[in-house]
């Protein structure tokens, strides 16, 4: 035998077919969301919104990438609870460790540092893109999120904080939030200093400061008990899974719950209890004299307590702030889809961080900003009914009579496309009926339908389907007659456009 003879049997096993490999299983990943074309949409409009106000108040873009080093994102990272200290992070091929950003204000103070000469000073800048946070998932609360920030880099006077509290409220108003149904918080990291000062807490432990922080950020989430535990030994939660706490003693504890409890309604209130609870301690006058001024700033201008109040609670878990600290909610009832009762948490947060910068430059420059949650109150938004979904008409479609005409067809869709119109040729190879469902679902206002009669007569048949999804309706023989003439008509080809507009100019909201 040569060695080009096969052996027996081996004509047969070449002819085997492969074994099939198993299917990968379609799934997204927990905390994560796709998004279609008319969320996309809302949230383009919600986002011109939001920068229409921001460039009012005099801030101007800016972006930077989705990627940086770890180390200039810095210690400050939002959850060191869970793996990753609350980052994806990954290592390039020169080894050096990178993280998807976590909020746009890290980028923000490298960018500054890096360009600091040639900034104006103060620089009043916006920002919008996505963030990443591996953090557990929620109701609202999503792993990848958007978030639009606007930050002034150089200004130390209390009146920027004051403004960004201001732009906020303006911000939930513009997007059709009542007075009422939503309220701005300010609390200060330098109050809260001063109540852990006088409860006998060391300044210098920085891991059980920390701890407290993001303890007491958690109160809206775990209600004052859970706050109790995690400022104590620890908290185990739903899933068996223990968190240490701050280890503080049960006079500690109290004196940081009376804090956390000493808002009212009244501002003046509530400086007046903060004042007492401060009292001898340099940290912490300092904090409510500098919450007062923004009290009395906020106040000149007619942010009153019924936009803006203050509440100790409000401290921010992220590590780099370092005084006024501020949030806004949705205060209105919002339910979920089956009805139950949510609680979102902040949509727009933010806070003075005076030392960001300085950890790349050496030098002191005082900065404070707010950021607003897009993916979260845009969530809010749509179950209060103020975000009812996209309103943009779909494409006139030209439907495949005859295929041996393709070239006519696109012509005629290239015509539309040229007036303005918004315009597709199907591109399919199913009949007719599947055509007419197929424009259904793209949310096409009309269909172009020209066969052969049609085209000897030089014609083409506009066929109007959002009148004609209403004819069922109609029970007047008369009514329907005229309607059903109008759901359908023909037109001369060089009326094609015009033909089209009469009927998207029916449909005009």
């Not at 909020?103 to 800048?125: I, M, S, W």
């Amino acid at each position: 035998m040569s060695k080009n003879d096969k052996k027996p049997g081996a004509e047969a096993a070449d002819s085997r077919p492969e074994a099939k490999s198993p299917r990968t299983e379609a799934r997204l990943p927990k905390g994560l969301q796709d998004t279609p074309a008319p969320e996309i949409r809302t949230t383009e409009a919600m986002l011109g919104t939001i920068k229409g106000v921001f460039e009012a108040y005099g801030f101007e873009p800016l972006d930077t990438p989705a990627i940086e080093y770890t180390d200039a994102l810095g210690k400050f990272l939002p959850d060191q609870d869970r793996p990753n200290e609350g980052v994806f992070s990954f290592q390039d091929e020169d080894e050096q460790w990178l993280s998807l950003r976590y909020d746009l204000t890290a980028p923000l103070a490298r960018y500054v540092a890096e360009n600091y000469q040639g900034l104006p000073k103060p620089l009043r800048r916006y920002q919008v893109g996505p963030v990443w946070r591996n953090e557990k998932p929620g109701p609202g609360r999503f792993r990848q999120f958007m978030q639009f920030d606007a930050d002034t880099v150089g200004a130390g006077s209390i009146a920027a904080d004051a403004e960004m509290c201001m732009l906020a409220a303006d911000t939930l108003e513009a997007l059709g939030i009542k007075r009422g149904d939503y309220v701005v918080k300010i609390g200060s990291r330098k109050i809260l200093d001063g109540v852990l000062e006088r409860a006998g807490m060391s300044a210098k432990d920085k891991g059980q400061h920390l701890t407290v922080l993001r303890a007491i950020d958690k109160l809206d989430r775990l209600g004052v008990e859970g706050v109790r535990l995690l400022l104590g030994k620890g908290r185990k939660d739903e899933s068996g899974d223990f968190t240490k706490g701050a280890d503080l003693d049960q006079k500690q504890i109290d004196a940081i719950i009376e804090f956390v409890e000493a808002s009212g309604g009244d501002r003046d209130q509530t400086l007046a209890a903060l004042k007492t609870l401060v009292a001898g301690s340099a940290i912490g006058e300092e904090g409510v004299a500098e919450v007062t001024a923004m009290h009395d700033l906020l106040t000149a201008a007619d942010f009153g307590s019924n936009r803006v109040v203050i509440d100790p609670s409000v401290v921010r878990g992220l590590e780099y702030y370092t005084g006024p600290v501020f949030e806004a909610e949705l205060t209105a009832s919002i339910k979920d889809k089956r009805g139950q009762t949510i609680r979102l948490g902040s949509v727009v947060s933010g806070g003075r961080y005076d030392g960001l910068v300085e950890r790349f430059t050496g030098e002191h420059v005082p900065a404070t900003g707010v950021s607003v949650g897009v993916s979260r109150l845009l969530f809010g938004l749509q179950l209060l009914g103020k975000c009812t979904g996209d309103e943009t008409c779909g494409p006139v479609v030209v439907l495949v009579f005859d295929k041996d005409r393709l070239a006519d067809y696109q012509k005629m869709v290239q015509e539309l496309r040229g007036a303005g119109i918004r315009a597709e040729l199907y591109l399919g190879s199913s009949g007719m009926k599947a055509q007419m469902k197929y424009a259904d679902k793209r949310g096409a206002p009309c269909v172009i339908i020209q066969g052969g009669d049609e085209k000897e007569r030089g014609e083409v048949q506009i066929k109007d389907l959002v009148l004609g999804a209403g004819l069922s309706k109609i029970e007047d023989r008369d009514e329907y007659k005229k309607k059903q003439a109008e759901a359908q008509f023909a037109v001369p080809e060089a009326d094609l456009v015009a033909g089209v507009r009469k009927v998207l100019d029916r449909h005009k909201a």
